[in-house]
């Protein structure tokens, strides 16, 4: 039994420290301008939050929740800014600088001929993705508490399932750039993104969307990572996290496999 099972925890073991030799090659790369990417990614949202949740907020007033509760507009609108911004800080790098990397700097071109593998670069990857991506949602979350839009112990629940957001749109985006040919192909992933962040839930509840629309809403995969976070920070019933988690699971687990099967043609053709 122990040589069976022993060689595989190793196999495992090794992989994962390739994998992590990939991030920490990001990390030494970006270390100097590490917190200007920082700063960028956190003001975006920050900026919608202010702009729309609690300048257009005063106008717009309370809303009125699916279970009944009312709440304040910011207070609807700041989980949906995170999840937003979990999403866009994970397609920035796991798009436009991994198909960068890949097509034109050629960098996994010398990876390969070591022994890190196509999944384990994928792997790390988007442990890099998730580490910007997790002080964004970080920093949001304590700007979060200040504000008074959620509690410290819904926003120690919400960060982990940030995380998740992160994790989901990271593996999808990089799946997505293996399929890019140029440059000019990410003006239609630019168009699909903006799209999902205006009909995801994220100003109005998709309950006030015509059916078949909401129908097209409730599936899409902001949509999802807007109602698990928002459900989080604002206290609902945790029963209904349940689909939200699975389905950015299956997206996660998903995007990996074909990003990695994906990179390997590429790779090795």
Do not use: C
Not at 74 to 94: I, K, N
Request: no cysteine; charged share 15%.
């Amino acid at each position: 039994m122990v040589a069976l099972v022993l060689p595989r925890l190793i196999d495992v073991s090794a992989a994962s420290r390739r994998s992590v030799s990939v991030t920490e090659r990001n990390i030494a790369a970006l270390r100097s301008v590490y917190w200007l990417l920082l700063v960028s990614g956190f003001v975006e949202p920050l900026l919608y939050l202010l702009s729309i949740g609690v300048g257009v907020g005063a106008l717009v007033g309370d809303l009125n929740l699916p279970d009944g509760r009312l709440v304040s507009y910011a207070a609807f609108v700041a989980p949906a800014m995170l999840a937003s911004s979990a999403m866009t800080g994970a397609l920035a790098e796991t798009t436009f600088n991994f198909f960068g990397k890949m097509k034109y700097m050629k960098l996994y071109d010398g990876v390969i001929a070591t022994p890190v593998r196509p999944f384990e670069i994928a792997l790390g990857e988007l442990g890099w993705a998730m580490l910007r991506g997790s002080a964004y949602s970080a920093a949001f979350l304590v700007v979060m508490t200040a504000m008074d839009l959620t509690t410290v112990g819904r926003a120690a629940i919400a960060f982990p399932a940030a995380v998740l957001v992160g994790f989901a749109f990271g593996a999808s985006g990089m799946a997505l750039a293996t399929f890019m040919r140029s440059w000019q192909d990410f003006d239609l992933m630019g168009s699909a993104q903006f799209t999902l962040f205006l009909f995801s839930g994220t100003f109005v509840p998709a309950e006030a969307y015509p059916t078949v629309l909401r129908w097209l809403v409730e599936v899409t995969p902001l949509y999802r990572a807007v109602h698990l976070i928002r459900d989080v920070a604002l206290g609902t019933s945790g029963r209904s996290w349940l689909i939200d988690v699975l389905y950015l699971l299956l997206v996660v687990a998903l995007g990996l496999l074909v990003a990695s099967r994906r990179m390997g043609r590429l790779l090795y053709r």
